[in-house]
């Protein structure tokens, strides 16, 4: 699978070209699916809030087609149903919310068990859809009730402190990243929205028309 991990989205023409790049292919000529799952697992979301990510933002590129793929309703339909939607699929836009209960029902759906056979397959994670592929998130990004830890599914071997120097969050600074950084252990990078991370194979590359940190660097 290919990754493009961002925090804002695709936000910039840098971070657009570089999803062409991975697609093989220009966007009109691509088919998505979007996953809202994260939106329910975060309280400060809403039905209004999952409306309006379908609507716009990474649906809104262009694409040849958008569906959308509700994770938790997965299991009540059975595999033979949604697998083939997931394969014929070129890209999978995953929205924002809260990473452990987008982790879990990644888990709980069978999506985690799919990811290591959609070799040609993009994945373009928003916030929480980027977080969800870390190893952890940190329990300062941890706000669904019933998550055990702040452990997610370690696709990837770093982790991401997103919105880096977001207006709306004065908390997001910095200085908060490298506190975050150091209960986290393992290599991390700090990210605003006008930043990405692309994973192909053993490749990390970052692409960044704005502010970007890497964090406990060995």
């Known amino acids: 699978m290919k990754l493009l991990l961002t925090s804002g989205g695709v936000t910039n023409r840098t971070i657009a070209d570089a999803l062409v790049d991975l ?3 220009p966007i009109e000529e691509s088919d998505a699916l979007f996953i809202p ?3 329910y697992g975060q309280p400060a979301c809403s039905p209004v809030s999952v409306r309006n990510a379908i609507a716009g933002g990474l649906c809104d590129l ?3 087609s958008v569906g959308v793929l509700e994770l938790t309703a997965l299991a ?3 595999a033979d149903r949604w697998v083939p939607w997931v394969r014929e699929a070129d890209v999978l836009l995953v929205g924002g919310g809260e990473a452990t209960y987008l982790a879990h029902w990644m888990r709980q759906s069978g999506l985690a068990d799919l990811l290591p056979s959609l070799d040609e397959t993009v994945w373009v994670g928003l ?4 977080m969800a592929l870390t190893p952890r998130i940190g329990d300062e990004f941890v ?3 019933a998550a055990e830890d702040d452990r997610t599914l370690g696709v990837v071997d770093f982790s991401i402190f997103p919105h880096l120097d977001y207006p709306d969050w004065p908390e997001n600074t910095l200085a908060s990243a490298r506190s975050w950084a150091t209960k986290i252990t393992g290599p991390a ?3 605003d929205d006008d930043t990405a991370i692309t994973v192909v194979g053993d490749r990390v590359e970052v692409i960044s028309e704005g502010h970007w940190e890497p964090l406990n660097a060995s």
């Open 76 to 78: 009540s339909i059975g």
């Open 23 to 25: 697609l093989g292919r």
């Open 127 to 130: 916030s929480a859809g980027s």
């Open 62 to 64: 262009g694409w040849k």
């Open 37 to 39: 799952t994260a939106q």
């Open 143 to 145: 706000d669904w009730s």
């Open 189 to 191: 990078y700090a990210i």
